[in-house]
């Protein structure tokens, strides 16, 4: 993070041939402007988005003006965060980690470190044949609790709760569902696609707990929601796992069937294994519900 975005302003301001006088108005006063400039002040909210409206740039190119080699590498820890489907993505998972240590050398971020974290317990799980170790039930917890003691959850908190959401007692679900679709709900507006994204991963992972627990119905509800926003989406990841998961409970053949060939057709060995390692891993444990 840069501390000197004042003289990054500076620049786009004298680039643009414009004085303080012109940019300042009668809106601020120059000796604002003049400490901003000289990074002696930090603007509010409202008078940074009055100074790049001066200048004719977004918040999102400052931003990206900001970052002395064009990259912002807290928001590409982001995105690639997001992209991740599952713990069998191991070397994903190793180059996201990586990023996120060398992130932290230089910077003290809370949220990076969360991530770091939910990233060595996917590993972990990963590299110990799905099962989790102790470290990790001690990672996912303390971020839990975390979240617990939030007023209100926002569009990276969410993503946060679905990256840990299979390791959250069963008997929390329920409790927790309506809170998490309202907060989801509150963003439709900002960003559809990564939301809907968002969704149907809240929805295949809270399926898959119900899975685990033999809460069949449930878990044919919360499924058929997924593949809902799965199909808005054209993902063949999640039309794959919805279409298996739902002839799983269901007991149809086909619509597994289905679900298998689009994995094959992907020619991404991963996603099939999966399909398949949950196919012959339930077939004989679980009782379907026509």
């Not at 170790?133 to 969410?158: A, C, G, P, R």
């Not at 878990?219 to 799983?248: F, H, M, P, Q």
Request: with cysteine.
């Amino acid at each position: 993070m840069r501390w000197d975005i004042g003289s990054v302003y500076k620049d786009i301001r004298k680039s643009k041939n414009l004085s303080q006088e012109e940019i300042c108005g009668n809106t601020i006063s120059r000796t604002t402007l003049s400490k901003f400039e000289n990074n002696k002040l930090v603007p509010s909210y409202q008078t940074m988005e009055f100074l790049l409206r001066q200048v004719n740039v977004s918040f999102q190119e400052f931003n990206f003006l900001c970052n002395k080699d064009g990259k912002d590498k807290r928001q590409e820890i982001f995105n690639e965060f997001k992209t991740i489907n599952s713990s069998s993505e191991i070397d994903k998972l190793k180059t996201l980690m990586f990023k996120c240590e060398e992130l932290l050398k230089t910077e003290d971020d809370l949220v990076i470190k969360n991530y770091h974290r939910i990233l060595t317990s996917y590993l972990n799980i990963s590299l110990n044949n799905n099962s989790i170790s102790d470290q990790s039930k001690e990672f996912v917890s303390e971020i839990w609790d975390d979240l617990k003691s939030m007023d209100t959850w926002y569009y990276n908190d969410l993503f946060i709760i679905n990256s840990i959401i299979h390791r959250i007692p069963i008997s929390t679900l329920p409790e927790i569902i309506k809170p998490i679709l309202e907060s989801a709900d509150k963003y439709k507006n900002y960003n559809n696609n990564s939301l809907n994204i968002l969704r149907v991963c809240l929805f295949l992972n809270m399926s898959t707990l119900y899975l685990q627990n033999n809460m069949i119905k449930e878990c044919i509800e919360i499924t058929n929601l997924g593949l809902d926003y799965a199909k808005k989406l054209k993902n063949y990841y999640y039309l794959s796992y919805s279409w298996v998961r739902l002839g799983l409970c269901q007991g149809n053949k086909k619509m597994i069937e289905k679900g298998i060939s689009l994995a094959e057709l992907t020619e991404e060995p991963g996603l099939l294994k999966e399909m398949l390692d949950e196919v012959e891993y339930y077939s004989d444990k679980i009782t379907p519900v026509s």
